[in-house]
């Protein structure tokens, strides 16, 4: 467990989509998709909240109740990193 503060890039959450999630996606699609609904690569609610989970456990800290309710990759990296480097 680290407490480092660090952004989720892109090609991380494509990595966490695979792990928590069982969804494959390559990084620069999601890069160019950035703004497509979760829904179109196959992630759901259920699946972000697996992921959330992950980044909790990497970074010893919660982060807001509403990220597993993002419906993009751009939403959700917004309020991923601004939670981490406000420490909210």
Same mark, same amino acid.
């Given at each position: 467990m680290t407490t480092d503060v660090t952004q989720v890039t892109v090609a991380e959450l494509a990595t966490l989509m695979k792990k928590a999630a069982g969804v494959s996606v390559d990084p620069h699609e999601l890069q160019s998709r950035v703004d497509t609904p979760f829904a179109e690569f196959g992630l759901d609610s259920l699946g972000l909240l697996g992921i959330v989970g992950e980044l909790e456990n990497?970074?010893?800290?919660?982060? @807001?109740? /509403?990220a597993e309710r993002c419906k993009? @990759?751009? /939403?959700f990296l917004d309020l991923v990193n601004g939670a981490l480097t406000t420490g909210a």
């Amino acid at each position: 467990m680290t407490t480092d503060v660090t952004q989720v890039t892109v090609a991380e959450l494509a990595t966490l989509m695979k792990k928590a999630a069982g969804v494959s996606v390559d990084p620069h699609e999601l890069q160019s998709r950035v703004d497509t609904p979760f829904a179109e690569f196959g992630l759901d609610s259920l699946g972000l909240l697996g992921i959330v989970g992950e980044l909790e456990n990497r970074h010893g800290r919660a982060l @807001p109740t /509403d990220a597993e309710r993002c419906k993009s @990759p751009r /939403d959700f990296l917004d309020l991923v990193n601004g939670a981490l480097t406000t420490g909210a």
